[in-house]
């Protein structure tokens, strides 16, 4: 699965391989998966793409707009792409996380 991933961002940079922040954003969903390959099948998510999360950053900059300019850091932009994928936010994660509780019968009586 994750080599499904890097294929199709792969194939979309290719696409759009003048588009600076299409490569900045591929490039950082292709560390990302490599990282956690267990969140490979978010990027493979239909009508998911590299554009719609740039999308994504767009609308969430305008909202936050101070004198007419929205402006987002990498961290807050890469957050941004994440949850358009779906990946659980890392909050999330640890809520999700199994509690295993180690206790015998004689630490309870």
Known sequence: MIQQALQKLQ?????KSK?????????FLTGYVR??????????T?????IGSLN?????????????VGVLSDQQG???VLK?????SKQEQ???APVELKASLDDLL
């Open 11 to 15: 194939q979309e940079m290719a696409a």
């Open 19 to 27: 588009d600076a922040y299409v490569q900045h954003v591929g490039s």
């Open 35 to 44: 990282n956690h390959p267990e969140h490979a099948a978010f990027v493979l």
């Open 46 to 50: 239909d009508g998911k793409t590299i």
């Open 56 to 68: 994504a950053m767009k609308e969430e900059a305008k909202k936050k707009q101070s004198n007419g």
């Open 78 to 80: 890469f957050e941004i």
């Open 84 to 88: 358009y994928f779906g990946v659980p």
């Open 94 to 96: 640890v809520v999700a």
